[in-house]
């Protein structure tokens, strides 16, 4: 018979394997934009990461990045947001329209904008809580509305900006090499993190998210909570809207639903990173300049214009997967503690 001692399975050994396995789930998806970056420029080295080509995608997946935040919010009460590409697709109809149609001062029609993306996330606020119906059916349903107003505001046609003032073009500008469209983004970000990490009101979001039951036991309303998640995805989804307008200087129906997968593809993903289990600003952000990043090295090499579907629909569906394990791993790791 053996006289070995075994080391205790909460050792500290075991401690030390856990935290490293804790420690590169949290920056794996750091060390994969890191990756793909590397490899990337390796294969293009002439075009990858040139300035033209790193600042438009900035540019561009600033507004992917607002609509990824836009789906997060409801997403940390654990309800979802279906309407952010439709919602998106009207403020970038109405920042064009409401200066080319009515002569309306762009910062004017941008606060007017804004209060519209307030007023559809409450509205998709009280469907979901005051009425009880399926977040997926009642954003759904309402971003479909949005889109008949999108279509009949431009009649089906497209608007071309032609009376769009310089101050107004001079959004899609650049601070050095970093374009306004990016500081916004970021600035956007660090106020949304500030909300969701250090004030009561967003860190119920979670609590929420977590347990319903639990909430209202400490005095969380329900209500109230999930309500104020969708009218911050609301305005949020109607900033991206502007930025895509500004971006484009033309208003097209069309343009906005193609953003909902990469949106929430970045969501998902996100939450397998920094804090695995749970959604935040920051590994949001990651998610989507890896996919941005990942995508255009892909269509350097040559890829077809068809792939991006492909590539976007197969994203998501890894990343919801990641995050359902991951949240899985967190509420393990809780329950252990």
């Keep these: 018979m053996s006289t070995e001692t075994q080391a205790p399975v909460d050792g500290p050994r075991a401690r030390t394997r856990t935290g490293g396995a804790e420690v590169f789930q949290r920056f794996a998806l750091v060390g994969a934009f890191v990756v793909v970056l590397v490899v990337f420029a390796a294969l293009r080295p002439d ?21 990824a935040f836009a789906v997060m919010v409801p997403l940390a ?12 697709g009207l403020a970038q109809v109405l920042i064009i329209g409401m200066q080319e149609k009515h002569g309306m001062s762009w910062p004017l029609a941008v606060v007017m904008i804004l209060l519209v993306g307030a007023v559809v996330g409450l509205v998709n606020g009280v469907l979901v809580t005051r009425f009880g119906i399926s977040s997926f059916i009642a954003t759904l349903g309402s971003g ?11 009649g089906g046609e ?15 500008g650049a601070v050095g090499w970093l374009p ?8 956007v970000g660090v106020v949304l993190w500030v909300y969701l990490e250090r004030t009561v009101s967003g860190r119920s979001l ?8 639990a909430a209202e036991l400490t005095g969380v309303s329900v209500t109230r909570t999930v309500t104020t998640a969708f009218v911050v995805s609301g ?63 892909v269509q ?23 995050s359902v394990f991951a949240a899985k791993r967190h509420r393990e790791r809780a329950s252990r503690a």
Excluded: C
Aim: net charge neutral.
């Design 77 to 88: 009460t654990d309800e979802f947001d279906l309407s952010v590409g439709y919602h998106a």
């Design 158 to 172: 497209q608007i071309i900006g032609t009376k769009l003032t310089e101050s107004f073009l001079s959004l899609t």
């Design 206 to 213: 979670f609590v929420v998210g977590s347990s319903r039951r």
């Design 235 to 297: 305005v949020l989804a109607a900033l991206g809207g502007i930025l895509l307008g500004a971006n484009l200087r033309t208003g097209t129906a069309s343009v906005g639903p193609e953003y909902l997968l990469p949106a929430f593809a970045g969501a998902m993903l996100g939450a397998t990173s920094i804090k695995p289990g749970r959604f935040n600003v920051l590994g949001t952000a990651i998610a989507v300049l890896t996919l941005a990043f990942l995508f255009s090295g």
């Design 180 to 187: 306004w469209f990016a500081v916004l983004a970021v600035v």
């Design 144 to 154: 479909m509305f949005l889109f008949g107003i999108t279509n009949w505001f431009t």
């Design 47 to 67: 075009s990858y990461l040139s300035a033209g080509n790193v600042q438009n995608l900035l540019t561009a997946q600033s507004v992917t990045m607002l609509l």
């Design 300 to 322: 350097q090499l040559g890829a077809p214009f068809y792939v991006e579907y492909f590539f976007n629909g197969g994203i998501l569906v890894v990343a919801v997967g990641l």
